[in-house]
């Protein structure tokens, strides 16, 4: 989610743009061109035909709240006017990844890390790294949800009391199963799931494996074997894990972090593919065929 790149970093520095100490630029609209917006006018258009009726409820108010342009990059002035407004957050524009530390002290203090520059033509389906669409079209929609917004707010002051103490493999396997890769029950949809993970939101091929393939397990969502499960930063993921509703997420937002991290520290992490029975039990929505599953490779 947030190791810095270095070479990509490089990239912007070149590129003249003024980085502050808190890695924030202004955003430079000028540096946009048609192709840019060309980009961003297909990955939308796509996206908001694709996501209907697989995505939740929650998200697309949130796009419809925030009036996203569909025909050119947004301006982030213009999304903060609408966001600031409703729930404190804001969102600001980086060069690229950032260092866990900085992006942490911005999610706790309700600033919302969006890489300015969009992806290549040729890189509509897969980018290794987070880029405009997927930081603004993807995560930016639920951050106008009250409930989501002091999620990851409440997320963002754990990590930031944890980042000393050598709990953060836990707390980025949160994150992931959740803000990147959450799905939440639907009874009446392909295995009674939505998408809600922003890194899902933003991938035509992931948005329809989560909720329609036979490969992946699908799990009802438990805090510590979340945290202690491992994952994919290269392939789809083996295992999703399911919140009934965004209340969970609430609930999970009052939780003291300190001691939990503390006595999970030591114990051995699962494996992204791994089913736990005796754990598991009566959590376990979709049991995966393992269909095309990398033999190694989790994070
Ligand atoms: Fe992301």
């Known amino acids: 989610m947030s190791t810095a790149n270095t070479a990509k970093?490089?990239?912007?520095?070149?590129?003249?743009?003024?980085t502050r100490a808190d890695f924030t630029i202004d955003q430079p609209m000028h540096r946009y061109g048609a192709v840019d917006h060309a980009v961003w006018k297909q990955l939308y258009t796509r996206q908001t035909a694709l996501l209907e009726g697989r995505v939740c409820d929650e998200f697309l108010a949130g796009v419809r709240q925030l009036d996203?342009?569909?025909?050119?990059?947004p301006s982030f002035d213009a999304i903060n006017a609408q966001l600031?407004?409703?729930?404190?957050?804001?969102?600001?524009a980086v060069p690229g990844l950032v260092?866990?530390?900085?992006?942490?002290?911005?999610?706790?203090?309700?600033?919302?890390?969006?890489?300015?520059?969009?992806?290549?033509?040729d890189q509509l389906d897969y980018l290794q790294e987070p880029d405009c669409f997927h930081d603004l079209f993807g995560h930016v929609p639920l951050l106008i949800n009250p409930v989501f917004a002091d999620y990851i707010h409440a997320y963002g002051s754990a990590a930031l009391a944890a980042s000393d103490a050598g709990a953060l493999p836990l707390l980025a396997r949160l994150y992931w199963y959740t803000v990147e890769f959450g799905l939440i029950r639907d009874a009446a949809s392909p295995n009674g799931v939505k998408i809600y993970g922003a890194g899902i939101v933003s991938s035509k091929g992931e948005t329809l494996y989560s909720q329609l393939s036979d490969a992946p397990n699908r799990i009802g969502f438990d805090l510590e074997r979340v945290m202690q499960t491992r994952y994919r930063i290269d392939t789809f993921q083996k295992?999703?894990?399911?919140?009934?509703?965004?209340?969970?997420?609430?609930d999970v937002a009052q939780t003291d972090f300190a001691p939990l991290l503390a006595k999970l520290a030591g114990e051995p992490a699962l494996a992204a593919g791994d089913i736990c029975e005796t754990r598991d039990a009566g959590r376990i929505i979709t049991r995966g065929t393992q269909e095309g599953w990398a033999i190694d490779g989790d994070v």
């Open 84 to 92: 600031t407004h409703a729930t404190g957050w804001q969102i600001v």
């Open 9 to 18: 970093l490089k990239e912007q520095f070149d590129a003249g743009l003024e």
């Open 99 to 121: 260092p866990d530390r900085v992006f942490f002290e911005h999610l706790a203090n309700r600033r919302f890390p969006v890489t300015w520059w969009m992806r290549r033509p």
């Open 239 to 250: 295992t999703y894990f399911v919140i009934d509703d965004f209340a969970q997420l609430f």
């Open 68 to 73: 996203l342009s569909a025909d050119r990059v």
